[in-house]
């Protein structure tokens, strides 16, 4: 069924008052039995799962004073930062991970760049399994980080010593860059993580092993998350691959963190560039924002929502938000301290 109309300002009132009411604190969520079988774990699970495809919201929807207008993007993958006006006005940008393609520190600094030319008064980043230059454990690996991103290590160093920095991650300075950690803004709680389940022998960053190494990254999530950004998609929304054969590749336990225990209102991912929309479960609204398609060539439209602004809060706020790297709260300011 496809809902004609995208979910009102009051509607999604209505429903953060019951999302919030209705969570239980500390809800145990555990690990599927078919964790490493995700569709037929889907279907298992299916018939007591509500799927509602969403019509977006229309990019020139009038901006109002009190609610957050939020861009998503995702997977853009050095592909959209020639591309003009691709990303339209907003207060908040939102970039679920897939920035690089691969991680080299040009193309870091190309995406940073492009943030700095975005009128957003705040960009909050996570990164994907191309941006492999944020992983710490494959950092450390000198000589395979340069095969994966086709370098010699002699040209990463050259990179990194042009731009003045020792690693990627200091390239990034035009963000709140988010990596297992959360931010609160205008009273609203965002929370990133850059994991998704492995896929085969495929090497990238932030990969985990489907069951309890991927519920122990879930677990850190804050239960009080308004708006959960991950670069992996849950089980059942945005993560089919092959349409003809019905082939989910979402989290299981993320489903299951999201609907039993954090509740959040939105879900914003990427990853499964196919898996592209919005759908909703009629308590939290999942938005795919892959901005690339399967084959790297069309591009997407960015995905806009509304958030209304807590009371006692006001978007005057969103100009004492710094860039920063939050990396599992630990805080990171710009200039370097
Ligand atoms: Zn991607
Ligand atoms: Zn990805």
Redesign the pocket.
């Known amino acids: 069924m496809v809902v004609r109309t995208y979910i009102s300002t009051m509607l999604r009132r209505l429903q953060r008052t019951l999302t919030k009411s209705g969570k239980r604190a500390g809800a145990e969520v555990k690990v599927h039995h078919l964790t490493e079988e995700p569709t037929r774990a889907w279907e298992t699970i299916n018939n007591s799962q509500t799927v509602i495809q969403v019509t977006q919201m229309p990019h020139d929807t009038q901006i109002s004073s009190k609610e957050l207008r939020i861009v998503c993007v995702s997977?853009t993958h050095v592909l959209v930062e020639d591309v003009p006006n691709f990303i339209p006005p907003g207060d908040i940008l939102i970039h679920a991970?897939?920035f690089g393609h691969g991680g080299a520190p040009v193309q870091v600094k190309r995406f940073n760049d492009f943030l700095g030319t975005l009128p957003h008064s705040v960009k909050i980043v996570i990164a994907?399994?191309?941006d492999q230059m944020f992983d710490e454990r494959i950092v450390r690996h000198k000589g395979f980080v340069c095969q994966l991103i086709f370098l010699t290590e002699t040209e990463l160093d050259t990179q990194l010593q042009n731009y003045g920095v020792q690693s990627c991650r200091d390239i990034l300075t035009e963000c709140v860059y988010l990596e297992d950690s959360s931010i609160k803004i205008c009273g609203v709680n965002f929370y990133g993580s850059p994991w998704?389940p492995k896929h085969g022998r495929v090497p990238?960053a932030f990969r985990y092993e489907r069951g309890q190494q991927g519920l122990d990254i879930w677990n850190k999530i804050p239960n009080e998350t308004d708006i959960l950004i991950t670069?992996g998609p849950p089980l059942g929304h945005g993560d089919l691959v092959d349409y003809s054969r019905d082939n989910h590749c979402g989290c299981v336990e993320l489903l299951s963190t999201v609907q039993q225990r954090v509740k959040p209102e939105y879900h914003v991912f990427?990853?499964i560039h196919e898996g592209y929309g919005v759908t909703t479960d009629r308590k939290t609204t999942y938005i795919n924002a892959s901005s690339v398609d399967r084959w790297y060539s069309d591009l997407n439209k960015p995905i806009v929502f509304d958030f209304p602004i807590p009371k006692g809060h006001s978007k005057e706020e969103l100009a004492h938000v710094k860039p920063c790297h939050l990396i599992r709260n630990k805080v990171r300011r710009f200039p370097a301290d």
């Open positions: 997977d991970g897939d994907g399994n191309h998704q990238g670069h990427g990853h």
